[in-house]
């Protein structure tokens, strides 16, 4: 069970650090084209592989941009949280594309799209409040 918070801790290490480090230390043009989040971070159970979920706002072209300018800078990211987390050895850095928000905005666009038109039919969503429009 002492591992699993180790292995929680640093994780949670690795995406303040992280966070730091795109706002103040990446100087590749490409990562800063988009509005990058940290959505989340996996470190496997032997510190070895980090995987690090990020959510990018803008077009698909300005998203893979700012992905190659990552990937490009995870070598500079490994060795600054190394030195930074004052780790043995760094875990090896993946960046991944979080689509989650995403999905979740387009769902939200749909439900909103569908009460629109239940709305205009005068029909009553089930379990709401509203009255029937007359």
């Known amino acids: 069970m002492a591992q699993g ?12 650090e992280t966070s730091e480090l795109l706002i103040n230390g990446i ?7 988009g509005m990058v989040s940290i959505t989340n971070v996996e470190v496997s159970g032997d510190l070895q592989h980090c995987k690090i979920f990020v959510s990018i706002f803008g077009d ?20 600054e949280l190394g030195r930074r987390l004052q780790m043995r050895r760094a875990p090896d850095v993946v960046f991944q594309l979080d689509r989650g928000i995403e999905r979740g905005t ?11 038109e239940r ?16």
């Open 27 to 33: 100087r590749d043009e490409r990562v800063h084209q």
């Open 119 to 134: 709305k205009e039919r005068g029909e009553i969503p089930a379990g709401s409040d509203e009255l029937p429009a007359e």
């Open 60 to 79: 698909e072209a300005s998203q893979l941009q700012v992905m190659e300018g990552l990937q490009a800078a995870s070598g500079y990211l490994k060795g």
């Open 106 to 116: 387009s769902v939200l666009g749909l439900l909103n799209k569908l009460e629109d």
């Open 5 to 16: 918070r180790r292995v929680e801790r640093v994780a949670a290490l690795i995406r303040k």
